[in-house]
């Protein structure tokens, strides 16, 4: 099947720096991307669309100046958290499905923990 | 707006036996797709089964089936001859029809517990 690779996996940072997440479709293009925080024992909250080569579309609540959307390509989506504060703490999650066809699986990436200290 | 409910918080089920997880959805929509997402602790999110809404059959994997009631807007997981590695937490998901750029939505996902 499709792949997507996230990466960091894992990442520590202190407060007030910025972390950059990628998010890679290794064999296939697509045109959206989504971007998903999930806190520990809860659902996959959607945080944003990653169009490529527009703007990303963010849930309602969602900072746009605080977390960063980049789809420069049809293989790649970053996430940048900026300023980040421990409360961004979370594990994120990316997710793709080929641009082409009537695929309608949806492929993720392995995720990122976020620790803030 | 979509939604999708998982009633269900945490389920246990004993090695070998079988076990029904619950998921209902609401839509307006006459065409749409339906799945159930496993996410064992590795967190990694695996695809257990897919439903297209167009489809009277209901969709079935090795020991995975559902119970795809469309009237009623009822969407269960099936899990027969239940393994260790199926404890994971599951996830219901709803996606409209027309493919990449639709979103998934989500339940709140059931934890499922095998005992050995």
Known sequence: GAVVSQHPSRVICKSGTSVKIECRSLDFQATTMFWYRQFPKQSLMLMATSNEGSKATYEQGVEKDKFLINHASLTLSTLTVTSAHPEDSSFYICSASPATGKNTEAFFGQGTRLTVV | ?116
């Open chain 2, 1 to 116: 707006a979509q939604t999708v409910t998982q009633s269900q918080p945490e389920m246990s089920v004993q090695e070998a036996e079988t076990v029904t997880l619950s998921c209902t959805y609401d839509t307006s929509e006459s065409d749409y797709y339906l799945f159930w997402y496993k996410q064992p602790p590795s967190r990694q999110m695996i695809l257990v089964i897919r439903q297209e809404a167009y489809k009277q059959q209901n969709a079935t994997e090795n020991r995975f089936s559902v119970n795809f009631q469309k009237a009623a807007k009822s969407f269960s997981l099936k899990i027969s001859d239940s393994q260790l590695g199926d404890a994971a937490m599951y996830f219901c998901a709803y996606r409209r029809e027309g493919g990449a750029t639709n979103k998934l939505i989500f339940g709140t996902g059931t934890l499922l517990a095998v005992q050995p």
